[in-house]
């Protein structure tokens, strides 16, 4: 499926080329998102427009409002198409209108995170870094009209290359960070020859050079030791799980709820009444004594006032409600017991 920017492009004619509708729908369609997250078709969009470009260069650099747009545009897609260009050309991106993207705030960090991400693996630049920083430490692209002194070098172009240079001899910790970025562009004396917009592209130039000379990787820490999450990945270093931290267990009591049908003074009674009875064993029967069967005029369990108090017991620990009948034997008990005092 052939994108829209090509059929588009493809339909332009040379006069084209200069009018302002055709050149604002090539920004619109530029400024797409879509071809961040599908850098094959972005790159299909800027070979067709860098070919339709190539081909009326001529015309359009007599209108250099529209030039500078087309060379907008065309460092838009150059740089969301990075993941499919080929090798020779992202050697040379950052070399190449440099200070004009970032004037015009392409963001050249986000496409070139996008382009690492995939690739990364540990707190060292790699190849691919080491390209890009190699472009910068060798752009003659040139910022400022003013030489500038480097340290060891004397009178210099105020080429990026020799600014990288500058920067480096001034901020003489190994691992630059922004306190070191900021001490030098209020600080430098060859930065105070800048204009303030110049100073703003160098503030972007370096910081984007320590960012990639630099790079900042989230440490994870295993066991005693601290490795790159990237390095843990691929086994580079041997992971040493932590001991596991087991607690004991803790059971919470259960709290003892309040029999159904059994009042609080009924349950006082009771623990009372076991407490009394605690170990207490009932008397043996004489041989020919009959053990007299208490007066009532409502039947009492045979049970013995022991065991129905631990079936209470229980029961009351578990929640149950208590059989009417065993309730009543109860009470019926205790009232005796009480007599008997």
């Known amino acids: 499926m ?3 920017s090509v059929k588009y492009i493809a339909a332009l004619k040379p006069e084209n080329s200069i009018d302002q509708l055709a050149v604002l729908y090539l920004e619109d369609l530029a400024d797409d998102d879509t071809y961040k997250s599908e850098p094959g078709v972005a790159k299909e969009f800027y070979d067709s427009l860098e070919n339709f470009y190539r081909q009326n260069e001529s015309l359009i650099k007599k209108y250099p409002d529209i030039h500078d747009r087309y060379r907008l545009i065309l460092g838009r897609l150059l740089w969301k198409s990075l993941l499919c260009l080929p090798n020779q050309i992202r050697q040379t991106a950052l070399s190449r209108n440099l200070v004009f993207y970032l004037k015009n705030d392409i963001t050249i960090k986000d496409s070139l995170t996008r382009f690492f991400s995939p690739y990364e693996f540990g707190s060292e630049p790699d190849n691919g870094r080491n390209q890009f920083i190699d472009s910068l430490e060798k752009s003659n692209e040139q ?3 003013h030489m500038i002194n480097v340290k060891g070098s004397g009178q210099s172009a105020p080429a990026i290359a020799n600014w990288i240079k500058d920067y ?3 901020t003489l910790n190994p691992e630059h960070d922004a306190y070191r970025q900021i001490d030098y562009i209020n ?4 930065v105070k020859k800048l204009s303030r917009d110049e100073q703003e592209v160098l503030k972007k130039i370096i910081s984007l050079y320590d960012w990639l000379k630099y790079p900042q990787v989230a440490q994870n820490k295993i066991g005693d030791r601290k490795i790159s999450p990237q390095a843990a990945l691929i086994g580079k270093t041997p992971i040493t799980p932590p ?3 087991i607690k004991p267990l803790v059971i919470n009591k259960k709290p003892t709820r309040q029999p159904i049908g ?5 349950r006082e009674d009771l623990e009372e009444l076991k407490q009394t009875t605690q170990g207490r064993q009932e008397p043996e029967l004489q041989s020919g004594s009959i053990k007299a069967k208490p007066a009532s005029n409502s039947p009492v369990s045979t049970h013995s006032l022991e065991d129905m108090l631990e079936r209470l017991q229980l029961r009351a620990e578990a929640g149950l409600e208590i059989p009417e009948n065993e309730a009543n034997d109860i009470v019926e008990l205790i009232k005796r017991k009480k007599n008997q005092k």
């Open 187 to 190: 600080n430098n004396e060859n």
């Open 168 to 170: 480096n001899t001034y």
């Open 143 to 145: 910022l400022g009209s």
């Open 2 to 4: 052939i994108d829209i």
């Open 243 to 245: 001991e596991p931290s």
């Open 262 to 266: 059994v009042s609080s003074n009924l």
